[in-house]
């Protein structure tokens, strides 16, 4: 299966896809995971993307689309994958939508994960990340890791991302509904959204995942 997950900063994109991913044995593709790689590895495109994630802005077309591209051909996504944060604005759901044709390939489905400002607040004011892998994700009340401050999978330090801070997070909701949310729309008009409420328990927003997929 090919799909897309979308959803405002916080609405638990990472958290459903690591899941979903597993149960439906695709990798799950996630470009701000990419990003943070590439950040913590000190690579060029790393270099060039941080001052715009910090500031919660998007990383240009130019660095994301061929990023996202290379991911997508690797030999693991041949059979199907989950995107996380791609596309995140329509000139990156259109530059898809050329990939996938050059494949002969389609989109199965497209996740909305609706949940309201406040709860997306909440969440993020208590995010822990791994430093190690960055899909490794806790929140201090509602996923706490077993021991405080260090990742249960890896034992990476758990850290407060740099796009945490009230004005990043003010910035990256303005982004979402500025330039993302209109590919919703977009992927409306292909037939291909299924809306998920994603208040409650990380284990029902799955289910209701898994059963919109099953339509
Ligand atoms: P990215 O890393 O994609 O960030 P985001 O979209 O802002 O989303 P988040 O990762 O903050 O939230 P999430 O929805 O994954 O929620 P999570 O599962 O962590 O992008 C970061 C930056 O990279 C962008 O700002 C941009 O600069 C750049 N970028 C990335 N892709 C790009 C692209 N395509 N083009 C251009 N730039 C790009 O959950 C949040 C918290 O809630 C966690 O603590 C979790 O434990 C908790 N939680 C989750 N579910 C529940 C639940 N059901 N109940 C209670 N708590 C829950
Ligand atoms: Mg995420």
């Given at each position: 299966m090919r799909i897309v997950l979308v959803g405002p900063p916080g609405a638990g994109k990472g958290t459903q896809a690591t899941v979903l991913a597993e149960t439906l044995s695709i990798p799950h593709i996630s470009t701000g995971d990419l990003f943070r790689a590439n950040i913590s590895q000190g690579t060029e495109l790393g270099r060039r993307a941080k001052a715009f994630m910090d500031a919660g802005d998007l990383v240009p077309d130019e660095i994301t689309i061929g990023m996202a591209k290379d991911r997508m051909e690797q030999e693991d996504a041949a059979g199907g994958f989950l995107l996380d944060?791609?596309?995140?604005n329509v000139s990156q759901a259109e530059a898809l939508d050329v990939m996938l044709k050059a494949g002969a390939m389609n989109l199965d489905a497209v996740l909305d994960l609706e949940v309201e400002e406040d709860e997306v607040v909440k969440r993020l004011a208590g995010r822990r990340t791994c430093?190690?892998?960055?899909?490794?994700i806790y929140h201090v009340d509602y996923r706490p890791s077993k021991v405080e401050g260090v990742c249960d999978i890896d034992g990476g330090e758990l850290y407060v991302r740099e796009d945490q801070t009230e004005e990043a997070v003010r910035n990256r909701l303005e982004v979402y509904h500025t330039q993302t949310e209109p590919i919703i729309d977009y992927y409306k008009a292909q037939g291909l959204v299924s809306t998920i409420p994603a208040l409650g328990e990380v284990k029902d927003v799955t289910q209701r995942a898994l059963d919109a997929l099953k339509k």
């Open positions: 944060g791609f596309p995140r430093r190690k892998d960055s899909s490794h």
